[in-house]
């Protein structure tokens, strides 16, 4: 059965995915509408840097992060000049270090939905007299939403399931920052198997949940479409 330590672990866990995807959707929005629209020779490095997530070793990135956020690094100076500390091995550190880990799997459904739209429709909406802006939150932004539903599930699942990143910038402190990934590595590496087990357990039927939401959302978005 699951003991305090593993309730408390998801309810963390629980809390930075909820945070990550809100901020993620935030951000990833209007940075993959510039993507899609943009015609700028910035478009393929900053297209780079986003991917990057997906191909660097989640320790390369963790490590660059937590050196980034320690007290020799230009954040943590930042910080401690602020008074605020150091962000490394906080809940704040491993938000930030999950939202830049999530990233690409925010910003490419979104770019993805608002490529498929095409010219017409705001075209038709600029023929209405419509600002760019009432055309981003009129038409765009509804005929988007399978891509920003996808983008939402696929952050939110990806930040459940992260450990390379959170171990190297949170390390695994109960109640701070010990997730349900290291909470799992700490009972393995203790030969705790039965608690691992509940735990992994958990995580299987959840990862088989998200991928069959995302089955749904597009046998429904393909349906929509015709």
Not at 9 to 36: D, G, M, N, V
Not at 49 to 65: A, D, I, K, M
């Amino acid at each position: 059965m699951l003991d305090t330590d593993a309730w408390q672990a998801i309810w963390l866990t629980l809390e930075l995915a909820t945070l990550t995807t809100l901020l993620l959707l935030i951000i990833a929005t209007p940075l993959a509408w510039w993507l899609s629209q943009t015609r700028s020779r910035w478009r393929a490095p900053i297209s780079a840097v986003v991917t990057l997530p997906l191909v660097l070793p989640p320790t390369v990135l963790g490590f660059y992060l937590l050196v980034l956020m320690g007290p020799q690094g230009p954040l943590g100076q930042l910080t401690l000049a602020l008074g605020w500390g150091t962000l490394s091995f906080t809940f704040t550190g491993l938000l930030i270090g999950s939202i830049l880990f999530s990233l690409p799997f925010a910003v490419q459904p979104i770019q993805h939905a608002f490529e498929s739209i095409g010219a017409r429709p705001l075209e038709a909406a600029a023929t209405l007299r419509a600002s760019p802006l009432d055309a981003f939150f009129s038409v765009a932004l509804p005929l988007a939403r399978p891509g920003l539903l996808t983008a939402a599930i696929l952050s939110f699942a990806h930040t459940v399931g992260e450990f390379g990143v959170v171990l190297m910038i949170g390390g695994n402190i109960p109640g701070k920052t010990r997730v349900v990934s290291t909470q799992i590595y700490g009972h393995v590496e203790a030969m705790e198997y039965a608690q691992a087990h509940w735990l992994a357990g958990g995580m299987v039927v959840f990862s088989f949940l998200v991928l069959l939401c995302l089955s749904l959302l597009k046998r429904n978005g393909a349906s929509v479409m015709r």
